[in-house]
């Protein structure tokens, strides 16, 4: 069988940022590859660098305070250096972010359809007509109900979890090779958790999509990751595979996370739920 293609190789990711002592290093010599249709958890404690990682994969950080150092390609793209402009093309287009807080996400004042709109038409030469066509079949994929009724609602007329798969319709509609979702589920509840994480998987392995997750929760990683890598201080202290890194630990970082978890309430729903 042929090996999947790389689609993210990072390497040698370092970023530092200016604070009033000097330079303060946030994250060092990260290394991983992501590969198509793969999905790479990204757990770690509060604090140990999971979302300065992702932001500066997106190229996000403030580039006036921060230096980025090391390798993003994207496509064998390299992304690190690219003007501000070029990497407002890629990002949304080629690479795609789910936020933690769906709320967040949009702006108050717009209607979902005005946003979802505006995504698709500063990506493509879509008429207006046909990025309205567009924007009800990738809610239909995400099986959000009556799309086009939720395209004239605004973010607040809507539940967070309903949000948060407009936010992956979003996400996908131009179908990136990659998508970064930042805790995607943790302002949800259990259930409406379950069913993000459903929807990602269904599209990942519908369109090939590879999918960085980041999460301080084991339950959410070990639902959709194949691969995991665990962050401590702005370091990657282990790599491996989602099953051997759950059944044989090697680093005293990784064996700690595993033995403080609580019992996944994903699973137990997806038992309850067979
Ligand atoms: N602009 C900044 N200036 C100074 N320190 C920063 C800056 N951004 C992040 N940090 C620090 O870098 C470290 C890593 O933060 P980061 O937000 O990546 O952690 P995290 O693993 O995503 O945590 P959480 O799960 O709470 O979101 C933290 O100690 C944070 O305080």
Redesign the pocket.
């Known amino acids: 069988m042929e090996e999947p293609r790389k689609v993210l190789q990072v390497s040698g990711l370092h970023v530092k940022?200016?604070?009033e002592q000097g330079m303060?290093s946030?994250?060092q010599d990260i290394h991983f590859d992501l590969k198509s249709g793969q999905v790479l958890g990204l757990v770690?404690?509060?604090?140990?660098?999971?979302?300065?990682?992702?932001?500066s994969l997106l190229q996000l950080?403030?580039r006036k305070?921060?230096i980025v150092e090391g390798s993003i390609q994207l496509n064998g793209r390299e992304l690190n250096g690219l003007k501000a402009e070029e990497m407002r093309r890629i990002r949304g287009k080629e690479i795609a972010f789910i936020m933690?807080n769906p709320m967040s996400a949009f702006t108050p004042v717009y209607t979902i359809g005005m946003q979802f709109i505006e995504t698709i038409r500063t990506h493509t030469m879509l008429t207006k007509k046909q990025a309205i066509e567009l924007a009800v079949t990738s809610m239909e994929d995400v099986n959000l109900p009556d799309p086009p009724k939720l395209m004239n609602l605004y973010p607040f007329q809507l539940s967070g979890g309903m949000l948060q798969r407009v936010m992956i319709a979003i996400s996908m509609c131009l179908r990136p090779s990659v998508v970064i979702a930042?805790?995607p589920t943790t302002a949800l509840d259990v259930v409406n958790q379950l069913q993000v994480l459903r929807q990602l998987d269904r599209l990942r392995l519908e369109y090939g999509t590879s999918i960085m997750l980041?999460s301080?929760d084991l339950g959410v990683i070990s639902e959709l990751a194949d691969e995991v890598a665990v962050?401590q201080h702005?370091q990657i202290v282990e790599q491996a595979n989602v099953f051997k890194l759950f059944d044989h630990p090697q680093h005293a970082y990784t064996k700690k996370l595993l033995n403080a978890r609580p019992a996944f309430p994903l699973q137990q729903l997806n038992r309850e739920s067979v």
């Open positions: 940022v200016k604070a303060l946030l994250i770690g404690e509060s604090g140990s660098g999971k979302t300065v990682t992702c932001n950080l403030d305070n921060t933690q930042d805790e980041i301080h962050m702005g």
